[in-house]
């Protein structure tokens, strides 16, 4: 079974700086798909970021990007010009073929 | 809007008591899913439906059952409600494929008491 570990269950950051937020995972397959996903006070799930295995280039949105380490097994999430609305739980998620395998979670909170 | 809908948002139940949970999608989606959400456990998937007509075990379903009563919607049964099933539900669904990603509906905080 594929597995999600997210070793930092908090995280503080000032705002307009940057933030990595560390996540591994195991598997034997060759392709795959990981997801970062961003959940506010509102409980919403927002997807922030996906990448596929078989691409080199890691994936990019606006101030959102991942350093991809398909080796390692390596899967982390940098936030760029961190605002006050980036305040939320963060999830890395791996798509087994079937289903979603969730992280534990990262609580990241955004300081003036 | 499209999306997922889930019936209802919040609830309180006794011990012992039943319900379902309701969840829609309207975005003609094959595969879907029910997970539930614990502080420090990230989510969890208590069973999913890969095609109307299937279900199938996640990883939590002892004490649920599910139907999917249609392509639009896939339901989740508690038929007698314990205080360890206090959580927070959520329904997703996808078209199957992961490059077109997952979407969640808004959850249900269920309480039992």
């Known amino acids: 079974a594929q597995t999600v570990t997210q070793s930092q269950p908090e995280m503080s950051v000032q705002e307009a700086e940057t933030v990595t937020l560390s996540c591994t995972y195991d598997?034997?397959?060759?392709?795959?798909?990981l997801f970062w996903y961003k959940q506010p006070p509102s409980r919403q799930m927002i997807l922030v970021i996906r990448?596929?295995?078989?691409?080199?280039q890691n994936a990019t949105e606006n101030r959102f990007s991942v350093n991809f380490q398909k080796a390692a097994k390596s899967f982390s999430l940098k936030i760029s010009d961190s605002q006050l609305g980036d305040t939320a739980m963060y999830f890395c998620?791996?798509?087994?073929?079937?289903?979603?395998?969730f992280g534990k979670g990262t609580s990241l909170l955004v300081t003036p | 809007n499209a999306g997922v809908t889930q019936t209802p948002k919040f609830q309180v139940l006794k011990t012992g008591q039943s319900m379902t949970l309701q969840c829609a999608q309207d975005?003609?989606?094959?595969?879907m899913y029910w997970y539930r959400q614990d502080p420090g456990m990230g989510l969890r998937l208590i069973y999913y439906?890969?095609?109307?007509?299937?279900?199938d075990k996640g990883e939590v379903p002892n004490g649920y059952n599910v139907s999917r009563l249609n392509k639009r919607e896939f339901s989740l049964r508690l038929e007698s409600a314990a205080p360890s099933q206090t959580s927070v539900y959520f329904c997703?669904?996808?078209?199957?494929?992961?490059?077109?990603?997952?979407?969640f509906g808004s959850g249900t905080r269920l309480t039992v008491v």
């Open positions: 598997t034997s397959e060759n392709n795959y798909y």
């Open positions: 439906s890969a095609s109307e007509g299937t279900t």
């Open positions: 975005m003609n989606h094959n595969s």
């Open positions: 990448q596929e295995a078989y691409k080199q």
């Open positions: 997703a669904s996808s078209a199957g494929q992961a490059i077109y990603g997952y979407t």
């Open positions: 998620a791996f798509d087994s073929g079937y289903a979603l395998n």
